[in-house]
Nanobody, 115 residues
Framework: QVQLVESGGGLVQPGGSLRLSCVVSGTIFSIYTMAWYRQAPGKERELVAAITPGRYTNYADSVKGRFTISRDNAKNTVYLQMNSLKPEDTAVYYC?????????WGQGTQVTVSS
C-alpha cells in the first residue's frame, strides 16, 4: 500500500520560511515524479512545484525564486523549502506522486502565513 505522509506545515509570519517534507512508502520512490500542490479556501487545487526522477524541476510562476523542491531518494522523501512567504501562500499543501497511471496523494498539511 502506497502512503505519502506530509509534515512541516504551521503558522508563520509574512517573510518567514518553512520546509515541508513528504515521506513515501510502499513503492519504488525513485521512479516517480513528485510534486507539491496547494488548495486555498474556495479555490481549486493548483500545482506549486514538481521534480522528475532526473531532478528536472518546474514551478508555478507565483512561487518562482521563493520555493525550492528537492528529493532524497535514499530517504524516500521530497521537500519543499518555502522562503519569503506571503499571506497568499496560505493553503493546505498536498504531496503527490505520479508514474504513468499510478497517482497518489498525501493527506495534506496546513500552511498559514499571517502576522
Amino acid at each position: 500500500q502506497v502512503q505519502l505522509v506530509e509534515s512541516g506545515g504551521g503558522l508563520v509570519q509574512p517573510g518567514g520560511s518553512l520546509r515541508l517534507s513528504c515521506v513515501v512508502s510502499g513503492t519504488i520512490f525513485s521512479i516517480y515524479t513528485m510534486a507539491w500542490y496547494r488548495q486555498a479556501p474556495g479555490k481549486e487545487r493548483e500545482l506549486v512545484a514538481a521534480i522528475t526522477p532526473g531532478r528536472y524541476t518546474n514551478y508555478a510562476d507565483s512561487v518562482k525564486g521563493r520555493f525550492t523542491i528537492s528529493r532524497d531518494n535514499a530517504k524516500n522523501t521530497v521537500y519543499l523549502q518555502m522562503n519569503s512567504l506571503k499571506p497568499e501562500d496560505t493553503a493546505v499543501y498536498y504531496c503527490n506522486s505520479n508514474y504513468h497511471s499510478s497517482n497518489y496523494w498525501g493527506q495534506g498539511t496546513q500552511v498559514t502565513v499571517s502576522s
